[in-house]
């Protein structure tokens, strides 16, 4: 039987179809997805940011563990998805521009997904702009920006305040991703900040003010 540990294993090592077929035995053998997704392939880019960090490895092979892990998010998705509930807020969401990581934006709008969100993914590298511009065409209850570079958490910045000076009462702004932080979301004028994609959905709901 196949441990989430090897699943760790095969993503740290940009193994891709390793990962898909230990992703589909942990789940045959009654593994929660979300459970697989927290314990076994999440370490694994851990992994892979720490052996980057170390000049261990380098940015194709960061590459190739993200498509593998992807390869699997995308199995894992209806699993993830699947709430069976007509949604009742709409959420916009998307990495801020100048950044191209995805991996935990996409997580975090399938667990949206899942909790009933109607969520709009206006993918990565999104100018406060089209941010805006979303936001009023969808009449967004929640915009999610995800930053995994701490050289655009300015852009995370300059978003909020652009969303800020339009005036969009019915509108909250949640922010997260690696190198952000309470504190830095309280700086910019956040309404909330969450730390994993589990937060994420809690803190989601509070904002829109969700009851279930
Ligand atoms: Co990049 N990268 N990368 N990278 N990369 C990091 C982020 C880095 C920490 C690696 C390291 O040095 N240890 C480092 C940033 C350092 C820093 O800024 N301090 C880094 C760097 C430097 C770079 C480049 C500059 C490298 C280069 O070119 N020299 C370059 C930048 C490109 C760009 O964006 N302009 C780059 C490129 C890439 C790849 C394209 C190769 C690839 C991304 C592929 C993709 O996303 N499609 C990649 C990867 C894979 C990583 C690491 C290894 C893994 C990221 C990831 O997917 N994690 C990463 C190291 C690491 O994070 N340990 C690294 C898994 C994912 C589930 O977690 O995204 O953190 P995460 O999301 C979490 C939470 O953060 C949170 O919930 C999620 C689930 O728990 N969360 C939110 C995220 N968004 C949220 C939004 C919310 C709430 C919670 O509300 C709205």
Redesign the pocket.
Known sequence: MPQLSDLTTAVAEGKRAETVRLTQELIAEGAHPSTV??QG??PG??I???R??NNEI???E??I???A??ESLKLLEPMLADAGVKPKYTVV?G?VQ???????????SMMWRGAGFNVVDLG??VSPEKYLAAVQEHGAHL??????????MPAMKATVQLLRSANLPNTKI???????TQAFADEIGAD?????????VE??KKLVGATA
Do not use: C, Q, W
């Open positions: 997704v927290e392939l999440v880019m851990g892979v940011g720490e980057f960090k380098f940015v194709p960061m590459l563990a993200a498509r892990m992807k969401v990495t100048g950044d191209l990581h995805d991996i935990g934006k996409n997580l975090i990565t590298n915009v999610g920006l995800s930053a995994l570079l701490t050289t655009t949640m922010v997260g991703g690696a190198p952000i909330g900040y969450a730390a994993d994609a589990g937060t994420a803190i989601a």
